[in-house]
């Protein structure tokens, strides 16, 4: 995987509690996302970044929130988690976007179950 | 809404053919098309990119046509093996989209 790091890669944690995600890259991309994956839906953003500081809700940014406050990591909190957020996170990472289009590199994975 | 179609249900095909999985998208006018790979338990690998200007990509048995007209891409692996087998997500963006993924089609390639 191309310097790009999550953690944990498992997580079971309770309704109600909060939860962070971490991505860290090693290949000072500029843009970072955050997926979710879950069966039935593919790959939805949930939000991304553009640089240090800016980032921008995606498709199914509720109950969600990020923040980049260094260009090598990027996280994603789930302020109370609930049992329709259990799936699999996956952050990536793109160099450039929009008509500079190139490729995205995802992390492993994030298997987060809410109970 | 912007919408993208791929396949739900799984392809199988035998060992030594060619593998084609379709890519259809509605309400779009992206400027590239991109095709991943996704083996189970991990993140989606990418595989290759088409610009809207052109009509046909290859990368050793791998063959992506792109038909802006018919807002279709197609992906074609040729002579396919065993380790083929894996879902392929395809990805359209460009200009101020970010990429969006659509859900993806399994291919099994039968020994």
């Known amino acids: 995987d191309a310097g790009i790091t999550q953690s944990p890669r498992h997580k079971v944690t309770e309704t109600g509690t909060p939860v962070t995600l971490r991505c860290h890259q090693t290949?000072?991309?500029?843009?970072m996302y955050w997926y979710r994956q879950d069966p039935g839906h593919g790959l939805r953003l949930i939000h991304y970044?553009?640089?240090?500081?800016?980032?921008d809700k995606g498709e199914v940014s509720d109950g969600y929130s990020v923040s980049r406050s260094k260009t090598e990591d990027f996280l994603l909190t789930l302020e109370s988690a609930t049992s329709s957020q259990t799936s699999v996170y996956f952050c990536?990472?793109?160099?450039?976007?929009?008509?500079?289009?190139?490729?995205?590199?995802f992390g492993q994975g994030t298997r987060l179950t809410v109970v | 809404s912007q919408k993208i179609e791929q396949n739900s249900e799984a392809l199988n095909i035998q060992e030594g053919k060619t593998a084609t999985l379709t890519c259809n998208y509605t309400?779009?006018?992206?400027?590239?098309l991109q095709w991943y790979r996704q083996d189970p338990g991990r993140g989606p690998v990418f595989l290759l990119l088409?610009?809207?200007?052109?009509k046909e990509k290859r990368k050793e048995r791998l063959k992506v046509t792109f038909d802006t007209t018919l807002k279709q891409s197609l992906f074609h692996i040729t002579a396919s093996q065993p380790a083929d087998s894996a879902t392929y997500l395809c990805?359209?963006?460009?200009?101020?989209?970010?990429?969006?993924f659509g859900r993806g089609t399994s291919l099994i390639v039968h020994p």
């Open positions: 990536a990472i793109s160099p450039t976007s929009g008509t500079e289009n190139t490729e995205a590199f």
């Open positions: 970044s553009y640089g240090v500081k800016d980032t």
């Open positions: 290949e000072n991309h500029r843009y």
């Open positions: 990805a359209l963006g460009g200009g101020s989209y970010i990429p969006t």
């Open positions: 088409i610009r809207e200007n052109e």
């Open positions: 309400n779009y006018s992206p400027a590239y």
